[in-house]
Nanobody, 123 residues
């Protein structure tokens, strides 16, 4: 599975962005899909995950109520809608796929990673 994230950019605090992650192959629906992020000097951290069908989701406490993960299995794409962005959301955002867990949240367990997309939130 090859993953390509897009949609990052520069936005003012309080603004919104929608990230997309397009996957290659015909097995997209067999993977739970997650978003992680990594800020300069910090470890990569979990942001959100959607189950294979998209019916189950989990979020990091820091983004609950502001971010929404969704997926379109017909388009092999997972999205991350980010609202009310804060400067502390500034990071490189990565999408990842896990073929064995329902709602994985650990970076070490992910099977595939896309290249990141930069999100910068100015105050």
């Amino acid at each position: 599975v090859q993953l390509q994230a897009s949609g990052g950019g520069l936005v003012q605090a309080g603004g919104s962005l929608r990230l997309s992650c397009a996957a290659s192959g015909r097995t997209f629906s067999t993977y739970a899909m997650a978003w992680f992020r990594q800020a300069p000097g910090k470890e990569r951290e979990f942001v959100a995950v959607a189950s294979r069908s998209g019916g189950g989701t989990t979020y990091a406490d820091s983004v609950k109520g502001r971010f929404t993960i969704s997926r379109d299995n017909a388009k092999n794409t997972v999205y991350l809608q980010m609202n009310n962005l804060k400067p502390e959301d500034t990071a490189v955002y990565y999408c990842a796929a896990d073929g064995s867990s329902y709602l994985p949240t650990l970076a070490a367990g992910m099977d595939y990673w896309g290249k990141g997309t930069q999100v910068t939130v100015s105050s």
